[in-house]
């Protein structure tokens, strides 16, 4: 434990616990600092939780970039906290991400999503490009309107007026994932598309369907029999 301890760098109200490969905010950090830290950096562990946090009642800087935080992330209400900074972990899904940070952080001003699949960022992700990076930023704006620096960017008044008027038609779809794909995979393992029923499409069970047609073809103008001799036909 004191091993630990010694690793806690403390410059007055601003607390770090860097690449300490943590994966929960150890217990000693919140008993000993949580009562004043103001800024606190845990970046560069192996963090899936942020349940320790609720010590930290006058947090208002929060950095855990480079972390294992997913989807399940839940912070704990810090009504001082105005920035976070969530750069380079596991986050998907934007929308139940935004919806908890609204309720849990009203004061936050500055975001940080970079590197992660939820942000469409061309710069670390190459299918992405400017058009869908700008739509995240109107739909991130659209959920948290007090925000006033989104990832390395100010945020402009006219995206404030495109977020409010637009943003609600701007949200990021999920990408699917491993599991997701694997399953959707295995509904139908190898088998290509067609578009018959799917009654038809097993070879042994297969039945010809045959019926009478009105039209009549009588081959005249056939390009192909422009070259079947007589004593072919």
């Known amino acids: 434990m004191a091993g630990n301890e010694s690793r806690v760098v403390m410059n007055g109200t601003q607390v770090s616990y860097i690449g300490q490969d943590c994966e929960e905010i150890p217990a000693f950090i ?50 001082h906290l105005h920035t976070l900074t969530l750069n380079k972990n596991q986050i998907t899904d ?28 061309e710069l670390v992700s190459l299918d992405k490009d400017e058009d869908d990076y700008q739509r995240y930023r109107y739909f991130v704006l659209h959920k948290l309107t007090n925000l006033k620096f989104l990832d390395t960017r100010k945020v402009s008044k006219r995206e404030h007026e495109e977020a409010k008027a637009r943003g609600a038609f701007m949200k990021v779809v ?15 393992p190898g088998m290509p598309y067609t578009p018959l029923p799917s009654g038809s499409r097993d070879s042994k069970s297969h039945k010809g369907l045959f019926a009478k047609c009105q039209y009549v073809y009588y081959g005249k103008h056939s390009e192909g029999n422009r070259f079947i001799r ?3 036909l």
């Open 30 to 79: 919140g008993e000993q600092y949580g009562g004043f830290a103001k800024r606190l950096d845990l970046s560069f562990n192996l963090l899936r939780s942020l349940e320790g946090l609720k010590a930290f009642s006058c947090l208002e800087e929060l950095i855990v970039d480079n972390n294992l935080l997913g989807n399940d992330l839940l912070l704990p209400r810090l009504p």
């Open 94 to 121: 934007i929308e139940s991400l935004l919806d908890h940070v609204a309720e849990v952080a009203p004061s936050l001003e500055y975001l940080s999503l970079l590197g992660n699949e939820a942000c469409p960022n």
């Open 174 to 188: 999920k990408p699917k994932t491993d599991t997701e794909s694997r399953d959707l995979r295995s509904v139908s």
């Open 230 to 232: 007589d004593e072919q």
